[in-house]
């Protein structure tokens, strides 16, 4: 049905080109081909996959997470826990995925097909509160990680580290180096940080401010370690898109820039947004009607030009279970079993199972999640009950506000 789509048939699209809760994206290209992932905290399968060619169109190929480890520990929903502002990068022919997990430290996956099967996590530092991590392969061989602190579990936030990975990347083999502080009266909750190189410089993204409030602020320096200078590059201004921070720079195959970033608008979670951007002084300009340096978002703009025109396209939203298995618009609300559902005949069978009367609706293992995937839409299904027993519970609900959930 594509409740949403961003493309608008002639030459332009609208923002946000994803309506749906993508948080934290970032985004890669290879060749003629870009890749984003999101958070997906505890909700499996992990790790979204999207694809597109354009920046605009974009559908959902993949996920990188089938399970989520500790198993013992992701059997059961675990709310704002798990994977936090996952980092695409393409090098040397592979994908490598890295992300934050607020209680149990940094991970990092990779595969040399997205849309295949991934590896198996491996945790490349342990520890509390360390999130927000991104890779930097240098042009000397040494290969860098930053990421910032969640305070809620490490007691400090709003700065941002640097450290040095082995050359496999699978292993922090230095001390963080604290690079910027945010704690500075003006750029409070800087977090979120993505690391670049180019022309010389090295670039930090970092959003600050808040989710809901919040700016882009972009660090750089000739040095790994500072020290710094710091800008803010993007803000709402007279826009309409509060928040407007936290994604990613990503250029064309001709050399155009891009940025994608979230704006938090409440029920439906953070959705994805698309800005032009450019380069002045060896400082990136975000955004449209700009002021010393600093832009505001668009809300309509012409689409990249990457040499041809792909078909409109945005993830699925409807399912008639007609194939062997879900479609990818679904996750469960913890790690699932395969006794929890059967598809037959076109038709999902859902499975009840035990729970505690106590639990919270939204607290239970096995309900089947999908995203809000527009600002107004409606659904129609069709429920057999006549299997139902005593006691068993089945529906259809808005979830915290975020998702709709089959249970």
């Known amino acids: 049905s594509k409740t949403w789509v961003a493309d608008k048939g002639n030459g332009t699209y609208q923002n946000p080109v994803l309506h749906a809760d993508y948080s934290d994206p970032d985004v890669c290209a290879a060749g003629d081909d870009f890749y984003m992932t999101a958070s997906s905290f505890n909700c499996i399968p992990g790790i979204p996959i999207l694809h597109s060619n354009d920046l605009v169109n974009w559908s ?127 750029n409070h909750t800087v977090e979120g940080p993505k690391l670049y190189k180019r022309n010389g410089y090295y670039y930090i993204f970092a959003p600050a401010g808040g989710v809901k409030p919040g700016w882009q602020t972009v660090l750089r320096s000739k040095n790994i370690y500072g020290p710094w200078e710091e800008k803010i590059v993007l803000h709402q201004g007279n826009s309409p898109v509060n928040g407007p921070h936290q994604g990613a720079w990503v250029d064309t195959p001709d050399g155009q820039d891009w940025f994608l970033h979230f704006q938090d608008v409440g029920n439906a979670g953070r959705i994805v947004h698309l800005q032009p951007m450019h380069w002045e002084n060896d400082w990136p300009v975000i955004g449209v009607n700009e002021v010393d340096g600093c832009g505001e978002p668009v809300l309509r703009y012409k689409k990249p030009e990457v040499g041809e025109t792909y078909p409109i396209d945005a993830p699925e939203d409807s399912d008639f279970f007609e194939g062997e298995n879900l479609g990818l618009q679904w996750q469960w609300n913890a790690n699932y079993k395969k006794e929890w559902y059967d598809l037959e005949n076109g038709q999902l069978i859902l499975h009840a199972q035990a729970a505690d009367p106590k639990t919270q609706l939204c607290d239970i293992s096995n309900l089947l999640l999908q995203k809000w995937p527009a600002p107004e839409f409606s659904i129609t299904t069709c429920l057999h009950l006549e299997e139902m027993k005593d006691g068993d519970v089945a529906g259809l609900v808005s979830l915290g506000g975020c998702y709709t959930a089959l249970a």
């Open 60 to 186: 959902l190929v993949n996920y990188a997470l089938p399970i989520q480890e500790p198993e013992e520990f992701f059997d059961k929903a675990q709310h704002g826990k798990g994977v936090w502002a996952s980092a695409i990068r393409f090098h040397n022919g592979e994908f490598y995925i890295y992300w934050g997990d607020p209680d149990y430290g940094i991970y990092m996956i990779k595969a040399k097909d997205p849309k295949g099967r991934w590896s198996k996590p491996v945790l490349v530092k342990a520890g509390k509160g360390m999130i927000d991590p991104t890779p930097l392969w240098d042009e000397d061989g040494k290969v860098y990680l930053v990421h910032a602190y969640a305070g809620s579990r490490s007691g400090v936030n709003s700065i941002v580290v640097i450290c040095e990975l082995n050359a496999e990347g699978t292993e922090v083999i230095s001390d963080p180096v604290m690079v910027f502080d945010g704690n500075d009266g003006k």
